[in-house]
């Protein structure tokens, strides 16, 4: 038997989903396990899809090189981690970001993207969930 990935409690998922919900200009938020589970959610009807595809995006994205280069891949992919993705879409933007153990999806209006960071360092610093002492702005 493989030993399983650890994961987020569901009540803490659900609590997380909660509170970074009243951010304002988030539509929704999906807490998924690493294999694509929706473990919480807030305001997101689809949290099954949006829990699958955070775990598809991340774990591509993972297994991108930098700048394009193939060259070395292998010594740039063996440390490879997720940290976050920011999607703009006709329908509005979306943020995934990576939590060691969960992935965190937002759903946001259009145009949000940047705004969204600064309120939500503090959420995550509450739950004892930012990797970095403060999230990349590099949104555009």
């Known amino acids: ?10 009540g803490l998922a659900h609590r997380l ?3 970074t919900a009243s951010i304002e200009g988030v539509r929704g938020v999906v807490v998924a396990s690493l294999d694509g589970e929706a473990l919480g959610s807030a ?4 949290a099954a899809r949006h829990a699958a595809l955070a ?16 060259r070395g891949m292998g010594r740039q992919l063996a ?20 939590l060691g153990h969960a992935y965190l ?5 259009s145009g949000r993207a940047a705004t969204i960071l600064p309120a939500l360092s ?14 990349r702005s590099q949104f555009a």
């Open 55 to 70: 775990s598809f995006v991340a774990f591509r994205a993972e297994a991108l090189p930098v700048d394009g280069d193939l």
């Open 17 to 19: 989903a909660s509170a």
């Open 1 to 10: 038997m493989e030993p399983q990935a650890p994961t987020m409690e569901k």
């Open 79 to 98: 440390g490879s981690r997720f940290d976050h993705v920011a999607i703009a879409g006709a329908s509005g933007d979306s943020l995934i970001f990576g």
């Open 105 to 109: 999806f937002l759903a946001l209006a």
């Open 122 to 135: 503090p959420v995550l610093r509450r739950f004892a969930l930012l990797p970095n002492p403060a999230p």
């Open 43 to 46: 305001g997101n009807a689809d």
